[in-house]
């Protein structure tokens, strides 16, 4: 019996979607340039199971119904290139290439178009949840060729993760690149959830004074309320964690954060596209900051700030600390979605917003309750612009701004470091006024560099030069760039 997909790159994820895929009915093949980690794969956790092992990649093909499905699980970039080139050769027209990786979504759109080109399909394929969500359910968010979808969704939507009635975190996304856009999007969306989380652990350890039981303990009723999520409930479930001495492993482990560069390039992405990411920009910085380690060592005994100390009703607080953090968590999923809008249109993609949300809603690392108010919202209004003016959320925002601005007023007279909770409610302040300072900054690039600026008392789109000192001319830029 030929089997109905193969994969390439039998890792950590790789091997957890192949015995998902096997316990879901489907025969796979599998192949690695290691062929010791096959024969151990399949002698191990795959003994037994509807998979085959190969010893060359043009086993795997032999043993592939058709159209052939070849999955890569292998490092972005040069790997998956080099891949693609040697299965060209050997692939027959309509057969299918899935790159399961974090792949960056431009190198998936180029790819996309070169091989449809050659008669075959390219799907870039964002998988979210690790090695458990692998295993027992990823979200799983495929775009690229479109006629790829019906070969693939009966296995996609098979291991992926279910909500509601069954309802599978996996649909078609896009084109081109979307799908590993709205993966990368989601992985910056979960450095800033991340970086949230740390910054109200930190007051509750450096200004509260609370232990890691009495942190377990508000984390854990928090996982009970609207705060409900995986990163939630991961961050209880660490709390609890004891090293062999009895003291929480919490505090031996380095305060030095590492990163595989998604974030980075969801923030580079935003850049370009002009959208402001500011939040999850703040998070990524906040990791970069964090690596400084040794600097910071030496910062610390030469550089002052005030002495930390709280005078307030301490169970109060700790409530402000809980509606700050979901205020700001509605903020980190806006920008999320506001760089989504952006794409969609510089791109030419047809994006499914609540989709999306739902894709999101099970297996993926930023699963929560607010993702389903999400839904709700771009079901009720696929041209929502920004998620703080559906009802839902404006009226969330309203009830929870004055605790964010409680919480950062404390940590800032406490040298508290919050950037990303800051963030948060300078974009929140910034987005909700009807004017920004932004003329005097145009003035200052027209005083210059004569890059002009519009007048509010003339018609949009009518340009105007001012000769500000008396010594210059009436000569303007030729590129307005607002």
């Known amino acids: 019996m030929l089997s109905q997909i193969g994969l390439i790159g039998v890792g950590l994820m790789g091997e957890s979607l192949v015995l998902n895929m096997a316990d879901k009915g489907f025969t796979v093949s599998v192949f690695d340039v290691s062929k010791e980690k096959v024969d151990k794969f399949t002698a191990g956790r795959g003994q037994g199971k509807n998979i085959r092992g190969c010893c060359s990649i043009q086993e795997l093909i032999g043993s592939l119904e058709l159209p052939r499905k070849i999955m890569l699980m292998v490092p972005a970039g040069k790997p998956v290139d080099e891949l693609i080139e040697a299965l060209i050769a050997l692939l027959d027209k309509g057969d299918i290439i899935i790159d399961g990786g974090n792949s960056h979504f431009s190198d998936t759109s180029r790819r996309t178009r070169m091989l449809e080109s050659r008669h075959l399909l390219y799907v870039g394929a964002g998988v979210s949840g690790g090695e458990e969500g692998a295993l027992l359910g990823p979200s799983i968010m495929p775009g690229g060729s479109v006629a790829a979808w019906q070969s693939v969704k009966p296995i996609f939507q098979a291991i992926a993760a279910k909500v509601d009635d069954g309802v599978p975190c996996c649909d078609w996304v896009g084109e081109e690149g979307s799908g590993h856009f709205i993966k990368m999007v989601h992985n910056g969306i979960e450095y800033g959830d991340m970086q949230l989380i740390c910054e109200v652990y930190d007051v509750m350890r450096t200004l509260l004074h609370m232990t890691a039981d009495e942190m377990h303990e508000v984390f854990n009723e928090w996982s009970e309320g609207e705060l409900k999520s995986y990163l939630i409930e991961i961050t209880r479930d660490i709390l609890a964690v004891r090293d062999d001495d009895g003291l929480p492993l919490l505090d031996k482990i380095l305060?030095?954060?590492?990163?595989?560069?998604?974030?980075?390039?969801?923030?580079?992405?935003?850049?370009?596209?002009?959208?402001?990411?500011?939040?999850?920009?703040e998070s990524v910085f906040a990791r970069v900051l964090s690596s400084m380690k040794d600097e910071r060592v030496l910062a610390s005994k030469i550089l002052t700030g005030p002495r930390l100390h709280f005078s307030g009703n301490r169970k109060a607080f700790i409530d402000e600390l809980g509606k700050a953090l979901y205020a700001a968590k509605i903020i980190s999923y806006t920008q999320g979605y506001q760089l989504m809008r952006v794409a969609a249109t510089d791109f030419k993609w047809k994006l499914n917003y609540g989709g999306i949300a739902l894709m999101w809603s099970g297996g993926c690392i930023i699963r929560s309750m607010l993702l389903a108010k999400i839904k709700d919202a771009f079901d009720l209004n696929p041209e929502l612009v920004n998620l703080l003016m559906d009802p839902f959320f404006t009226e969330a925002i309203a009830q929870s701004q004055q605790a964010l601005r409680n919480v950062l007023g404390e940590a800032i007279r406490n040298a508290v470091p919050m950037p990303a909770l800051s963030s948060a409610l300078a974009y929140y302040?910034?987005?909700?006024?009807?004017?920004?300072?932004?003329?005097?900054?145009?003035?200052?690039?027209?005083?210059?560099?004569?890059?002009?600026?519009?007048?509010?008392?003339?018609?949009?789109?009518?340009?105007?030069?001012?000769?500000?000192?008396?010594?210059?001319?009436?000569?303007?830029?030729?590129?307005?760039?607002?």
Request: no cysteine.
């Open 255 to 281: 305060d030095k954060a590492g990163q595989k560069g998604t974030g980075k390039w969801t923030v580079v992405t935003a850049l370009e596209l002009a959208a402001p990411l500011t939040l999850i920009t």
């Open 429 to 482: 302040d910034g987005y909700r006024r009807e004017n920004l300072p932004a003329n005097l900054l145009q003035a200052q690039r027209d005083y210059f560099g004569a890059h002009q600026y519009e007048r509010v008392d003339m018609l949009r789109g009518t340009y105007f030069h001012s000769n500000w000192t008396g010594r210059g001319g009436g000569t303007a830029s030729t590129v307005y760039s607002a």
